[in-house]
């Protein structure tokens, strides 16, 4: 059969100098188009087999000199025929070669994602795998790269199918007993266990959209507190280096400052913000106001409380956090040892302490004491090892931030959407017919469809791969 796709063109390579450049093609008229560039390469060439050859413009003279490579299908990333020129990574050069590939009226230029696209239609990628590929080009850390790695390799995919495969069984089975109740009788047994077991595999899969967020976009964790604090050298000694100003004048920072980090391959943007206090400068407010919308979005804040503060100013400052999970710690303690080394100051404030109930982590609620506070010196660097790993258990959790399935925002839609329907399976499973249990689990398994790829619109097909570049 006549496949009737076109042939598709593409540069795989960034348009930047460098040391080699890409062009990429695949459908049918790959090998032929690919040989008017590279007429030196045999007219039938051994499949995945490099060949050095002459790149030529329409007149025969020679471009470059590069390799050929030829994918016969099935057995091609897309499952079409592809063929690869690499030559050198010269943008003007590789405009060249991709004009004159354009000018055989059986090719036309591929659009973001179109090879993916055909590699997923073709059957050689699930939905999961081909996101996967837009993934891990864009990932900016190790631990997304990871993540995307094992996406790419079928981790969230066999997940997904483990999931959908009973589903479909239980609604072929349920539909079996309505349409036939005879031959089928007794296939709706357990249905209401089956369903409660899938539920439960559909919302542990859902609960990993969290870390798949944080793995994608970074973790966002503010330093907040009161001026003086000591956060700016706080945020100096985390990040490495001395980005922000640090003076003993109060209200230094005045705007949020970030990095970027990268621990334990978790990408971390990290914020300095301006102290929040009373009656401050117009512009030193204009900043406070910017702290507390930056509170309201990050995953974690860390509350640095000057020495000496009490449990009472401590829950003050906890309440300016909002939702967002606080850690609070002490700072300066290296001035805290100095005054404990001369005088009874931090002995009265053990002593007051010991009484108060012990944790260090409120989402903005009391109950966060003195005794119980991480301690910390930007100054000599004393704790902050230990609040950096302290920082990522709370972000994290358990486990190393590589180990995740790269669950989506799209996913996390589609999974929740096939909770619900579960859920509501379950409920009719007691109370209502058999139809409504049937009719809830073909919802979930059309949910579950969207992010498998076995049931999706052309629409959301558009919109998954409008966000890969071209020539992927
Ligand atoms: N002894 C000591 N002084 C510190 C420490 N951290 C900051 N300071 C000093 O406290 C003042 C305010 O520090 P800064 O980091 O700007 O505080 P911020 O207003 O909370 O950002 C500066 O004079 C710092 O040198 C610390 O851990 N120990
Ligand atoms: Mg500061």
Known sequence: MMSASPTIAALATAPTAGAVGILRLSGPAALDVGRLLAPGVPVEPTPRHAYLATFVDAQGRALDEGLFLYFRAPYSFTGEDVVELQAHGSPRLL??????????????????????????????????????????????????VRAAAAGLSGVLASRVRALEEPLRELHADLEGVLNFPDEAEGADAEAGARVTVLRAQAEALLSEAGRGRLVRRGARVALYGPVNAGKSTLFNRLVGEARALVDDEPGTTRDSLEARVEWDGLGVTLFDTAGLREAPGRVEALGIARTRELLAGVDLSVLVLPPGATDTEAETWLREAGGTRVLAVDGKCDVADARGRDGAHAVSQRAFTEAQP?????????????????????????????????????LWGGGTPSAVALVSERHADALRRAAEALARASAASHASTLEVVSGEVGLALEALGEVSGTSVSEALLDAIFQRFCIGK
């Open 358 to 394: 012990d944790s260090t982590v409120a989402r903005a609620s009391p109950g966060v004491t003195s005794r119980s506070r991480p301690r910390v010196s930007g100054l000599t660097g004393e704790g902050v090892e230990a609040l950096r790993a302290s920082m990522l258990g709370h």
């Open 95 to 144: 405009s060249l070669l991709l004009a004159r590939a354009l000018e055989d009226e059986r090719v036309r230029p591929a659009t973001p994602g179109e090879f993916t696209r055909r590699a997923f239609l073709s059957g050689r990628l699930d939905l999961t795998r081909a996101e996967a590929v837009a993934d891990l080009v864009a990932a900016d850390s190790e631990a997304a």
